[in-house]
């Protein structure tokens, strides 16, 4: 398991996966993602917002002003009564998110985020986001981590980064492991 160099293997190519990638890619670092769909990109989920500090991290990868095109800044909370009826409604923290920070949250469809991270990749960084890589089993020792897929590919890294969603299945794994070598830690 010992990689010739540090290399990162990225579990999950969706929002975290992708930032991820932009952020390895800028620093020179080796990657692979391992994506279990069929595409980078499918219809499904739901909206989601970046928050200002965000944002920024956009800025510094260079994606922001594509991540503008296809968002909305949000303008304004609003609280409702379970028949309709408004009882809240503010501006205010936008407002004050806005001075802050330059900017208010931004809301996305998360289609349209995906595909905007990963068309906004290089070439040679999309060679490296593989697709239809279903995670069977993580193992790890002093020397580094191998990670097996379903369809018996194995790759050998330095460290693996969970971006697998709600469900992971790194997050399962990782504890499993650490329960196994101690079980206090339930």
């Not at 996966?17 to 932009?22: D, E, I, P, S």
């Not at 802050?100 to 931004?106: D, F």
């Amino acid at each position: 398991m010992v990689p010739k160099s540090f290399k990162v293997i990225v579990v999950g190519g969706g929002p975290v996966g992708l930032t991820a990638a932009h952020a390895l890619h800028h620093a020179g670092i080796d990657f692979v993602i391992l994506e279990s769909r069929s595409s980078a990109v499918l219809d499904q989920g739901a909206s989601l917002v970046l928050s200002s500090p965000s944002l920024r991290i956009m800025h510094q990868l260079r994606v922001l002003e594509r991540l503008l095109k296809i968002g909305g800044e949000l303008q304004r909370t609003q609280s409702m009564t379970r028949d309709g009826h408004q009882f809240v409604s503010s501006q205010a923290v936008f407002q004050v998110l806005r001075k802050n920070h330059g900017t208010a949250p931004v809301a996305f469809h998360r289609t349209q985020l995906i595909e905007t991270l990963f068309e906004s990749l290089p070439t040679a960084a999309k060679d490296r986001y593989l697709l239809n890589k279903k995670v069977d089993s993580i193992e790890s020792d002093e020397t580094g981590v191998r990670v097996t897929c379903a369809d018996g590919s194995t790759y050998d890294g330095s460290i693996v980064i969970g971006a697998d969603g709600v469900h992971s299945k790194t997050r399962r794994i990782i504890r499993e492991q650490a329960l196994e070598e101690d079980p206090q830690r339930a």
